[in-house]
């Protein structure tokens, strides 16, 4: 099997702490894999041996997403050092940040230092103020939307790269037109939405009770779907939503950027601020750590035989999906959605999800992506005939991934 190159990781400086306390937050509960602390935070040892793991073992380009928890409570002066030893140990790579942030901390100090040196912010907002503070509260149970919309006005008003991530719930799913219409006069362009499945805590046999049903779920692909259509312009889209925008990528022969469509996952790797390495963000478990920082190469925990095993177990579905004409379209979805609700008996949660998504928007998808390899090859050949016919395979290089 052909060696996984480190592209990526996914940082987490302050481990599970958190100034807000979502209901249907999946990462609080990790303080208890380091109970020894009550306050978790990255020290600089840990950031400059993590950095310089990566940036050696790495190719030319590379991208850091700092994550939580919330990573903001850091503060500032840490992603200051972060720059610093990204710069001292870069060699002259290309180096990608993306800060993903509930948004409560951010000022202006802030926002111009992710502009100065072009990060990409991931904001969570989960849409007006009626759904965004139906389930994310402060620890002490206050609103939070009027801060963090203020404060996503400012990034947008300052520049600063800014994507937008709403989760979806049993709550939200209801006024998907709301909160797509909302994104869109805030200012947002790029929308991402999670469906969220959560394991119920008082009967660990059922998913809790804010946990996105898979009806639900096709419900809101299809509008979204219709949403994001109408609002072409000379056809092409004038939004960028994540989901479709992976999907896209299996009508014209290209794998999905992101893993939850991909055949298989473990591309990437999750450090914790104590240089703990695990599998995935949603799987930061005993069972699934790969190590530490400290005492092992990053490249080698990525490409181990526990990641290789992890990555294995989201192509091992059901006969079901192996017959699906949408098989290669979804890949059976997230592994984390097959084991949130036990009712669910190993089959993909949303699988009712795709299928209803896919009815209503197969055949658009099918033809958008013949008009788009279309294009691609008419571009090739008009840049053939300029080069006299020189050996830029342009329709290789965009179809294939080259």
């Not at 140990?89 to 992710?114: H, M, S």
């Not at 960028?240 to 925008?245: E, K, M, P």
């Not at 300029?386 to 991934?401: E, I, L, M, P």
Request: net charge neutral; proline share 4%; with cysteine.
């Amino acid at each position: 099997m052909k060696n996984k190159q480190l592209n990526s990781v996914l940082v987490k400086p302050s481990g599970p702490d958190c100034n807000l306390g979502c209901t249907y937050c999946f990462y609080l509960d990790k303080a208890d894999l380091y109970h020894q602390q009550k306050v978790h935070r990255m020290d600089e040892d840990t950031l400059e041996e993590l950095i310089r793991q990566v940036m050696e073992q790495s190719g030319p380009e590379v991208s850091f997403g700092w994550q939580g928890g919330e990573p903001t409570l850091m503060g500032l002066d840490f992603f200051r050092k972060v720059i610093e030893l990204q710069q001292k140990y870069g060699y002259g790579k290309t180096v990608g940040n993306g800060l993903q942030t509930n948004g409560l901390l951010l000022n202006e100090e802030w926002a111009d230092f992710l502009k100065e040196y072009n990060w990409l912010v991931g904001l969570s907002l989960d849409g007006p103020e009626h759904i965004h503070d139906h389930y994310r509260l402060t620890q002490a149970g206050k609103p939070s939307w009027e801060i963090i919309s203020k404060n996503a006005k400012m990034l947008l008003d300052k520049g600063v790269a800014t994507n937008v991530l709403s989760c979806l719930t049993d709550y939200s799913a209801d006024h998907i037109e709301e909160i797509y219409q909302h994104h869109k006069q805030m200012g947002f362009d790029f929308m991402q939405f999670i469906p969220v499945v959560e394991t119920d805590k008082e009967n660990p046999r059922q998913a809790a009770s804010f946990s996105l049903s898979p009806e639900k779920y096709g419900e809101v692909l299809c509008k979204l779907w219709d949403l994001w259509i109408n609002d072409f312009e000379n056809g092409a889209p004038t939004t960028s939503v994540r989901h479709f925008d992976s999907v896209f990528h299996t009508y014209v022969g290209m794998p999905a950027p992101e893993c939850t469509l991909q055949k298989e996952c473990g591309v990437y790797t999750v450090i914790e601020h104590n240089g703990d390495v695990y599998s995935c963000d949603f799987f930061v478990d005993p069972k699934w750590k790969l190590g530490n920082i400290k005492e092992g190469k990053l490249i080698n925990m990525l490409n181990s035989r526990k990641q290789t095993q992890f990555g294995c177990m989201k192509s091992k579905l059901p006969r079901k999906c192996k017959s699906c004409a949408y098989l290669k379209h979804c890949f059976g979805g997230c592994t984390k959605d097959r084991i949130k609700d036990p009712k669910d008996n190993g089959m993909p949660r949303f699988c009712t999800s795709y299928k209803m998504f896919f009815a209503h928007a197969h055949s658009q998808l099918r033809e958008m992506g013949r008009n788009w390899m279309a294009n691609q090859l008419r571009m090739q050949q008009e840049m053939e005939a300029k080069q006299d016919g020189g050996n830029y395979n342009a329709y290789n290089h965009f179809v294939k991934g080259e």
